[in-house]
């Protein structure tokens, strides 16, 4: 089946360095990537939604200069947490979609990043 | 979006039936009604979804009610890995592929 790689799994840093989460469609070319955050005890909240080749859409809230997107190539997009802070600490989640944009096509979801900033 | 309710949590013995329900009274004519699991410290994971018939796979079956204003996802034999959080989600085809999730069900699974 489809997979989605997620990377890293888990990283730590200090407040105000930025973080790279990288997201990889394995098996199949992914045009659509969908970007997660996920808090303790919460559900998933969309952040932000890339196109290959364009730019990423933001939900309504989410800073988009500081929630950076790439999506560079069909298989692979980029969250970067810029200057990050101890409330950005949270589990970061991508899922892509393939290039068949039917109402049949499940979306597949990465193993999640556990950012934690101190 | 249409909105979907599910009870916070439910428990069931090892090895029988689990049905959890969910409710969505708004659901327009051109929405799927779709289910993902998600397990502790993972992503979700896509588990069945339909549109007025039920459904059934490998990982459990799907019955809508007749007016499609509920539905129930089926665990024909529960074990212990299949403690999750099930989220029911309403996505329609109009090529908005985005899911919005919403509090789900969180299925303790009882030895």
């Known amino acids: 089946g489809a997979v989605v790689s997620q990377h890293p799994s888990w990283v730590i840093c200090k407040s105000g360095t930025s973080v790279k989460i990288e997201c990889r469609s394995l098996?199949?070319?992914?045009?659509?990537m969908f970007w997660y955050r996920q808090f303790p005890k919460q559900s998933l909240m969309l952040m932000a939604t890339s196109n290959e080749g364009s730019k990423a859409t933001y939900e309504q809230g989410v800073e988009k200069d500081k929630f950076l997107i790439n999506h560079a190539s069909l298989t692979l997009s980029t969250l970067t947490v810029t200057s990050a802070h101890p409330e950005d600490s949270s589990f970061y989640i991508c899922s892509a979609s393939g290039r068949s944009k039917s109402y049949n096509s499940p979306l597949h979801f990465g193993n999640g990043t556990r950012l934690t900033v101190t | 979006d249409a909105k979907t309710t599910q009870p916070n949590s439910m428990e069931s013995n090892e090895e029988e039936p689990v049905h959890l329900p969910c409710n969505h009274s708004?659901?327009?004519?051109?929405?799927?009604i779709h289910w993902y699991r998600q397990l502790p410290s993972q992503g979700p994971e896509y588990v069945i979804h339909?549109?007025?018939s039920n459904v059934n796979n490998r990982m459990a079956s799907l019955a809508i009610a007749e007016d499609r204003k509920s539905s129930t996802l089926i665990l024909h034999r529960a074990t212990l890995r299949d403690a999750a959080v099930y989220y029911c989600i309403l996505r329609d085809d109009f090529g908005n592929e985005k899911l919005t999730f919403g509090t789900g069900t969180r299925l303790t699974i009882i030895p």
């Open positions: 339909g549109l007025t």
């Open positions: 708004t659901i327009s004519g051109t929405d799927y």
């Open positions: 098996d199949f070319q992914a045009t659509t």
